[in-house]
């Protein structure tokens, strides 16, 4: 059974940073992503990164946002820096059923966690 646990989301001021966490359990080796839903927008990729450390962001967050794992740990990680207001959402964690990512459409991703609110303030 696939369970994923996000952590760390909270509010702070523009151009501060964040760092959420994922917590999985039931996924080793797949392909894994943040994704966020702004309130009244569709859920976007944010980030994906396979096993083998190979990454892929959004032009939106280009720069500033970093994804990593912790294979050992079966964590995912997000560090967010140069926050924007507009990165205002809920952030999700995502897993695939293949190791290799499938892009970073959210229909490629067979399992989500429950969501971590992330807002940032002018």
């Known amino acids: 059974q696939v369970r994923l646990a996000e952590s760390g989301g909270g509010s702070v001021q523009a151009g501060g940073s964040l760092r959420v966490s994922c917590a999985a359990s039931?996924?080793?080796?797949?392909?894994m992503g943040w994704f966020r839903q702004a309130s009244g927008k569709e859920r976007e990729g944010v980030a994906t990164i396979e096993s083998v450390g190979r990454t892929r962001y959004a032009d939106s967050v280009k720069g500033r946002f970093t994804i990593s794992r912790d294979n050992a740990k079966n964590t995912l990680y997000l560090q967010m820096n140069s926050l924007k207001p507009e990165d205002t959402a809920i952030y999700y964690c995502a897993a695939s059923i293949w190791y290799e990512c499938p892009g970073m459409g959210r229909d490629r991703y067979a399992y989500w966690g429950q969501g971590t609110q992330v807002t940032v303030s002018s």
């Open positions: 039931g996924v080793t080796n797949h392909c």
